[in-house]
């Protein structure tokens, strides 16, 4: 019965795409780690939680 996690799970994709979406927010060349531009890394450290998030929706959703 995941019908009531759907609101959830919905909020949490939601929050991530919004997140991704901004690009002003994280379009500087500073700070650096591990000599990337923020730019570069907020990115590859989005993409896994990106994954975890959208792989949740999916047990969620699924029949």
Request: aromatic share 20%; hydrophobic share 65%; no cysteine.
């Amino acid at each position: 019965m995941a019908v009531k996690f759907y609101p959830i799970v919905g909020v949490l994709a939601l929050v991530f795409v919004i997140l991704y979406s901004l690009l002003p927010l994280y379009s500087t060349t500073s700070p650096t780690f591990l000599g990337l531009p923020m730019f570069y890394w907020y990115q590859m450290i989005l993409m896994p939680i990106g994954a975890i998030v959208f792989f949740i929706v999916i047990l969620v959703i699924k029949d």
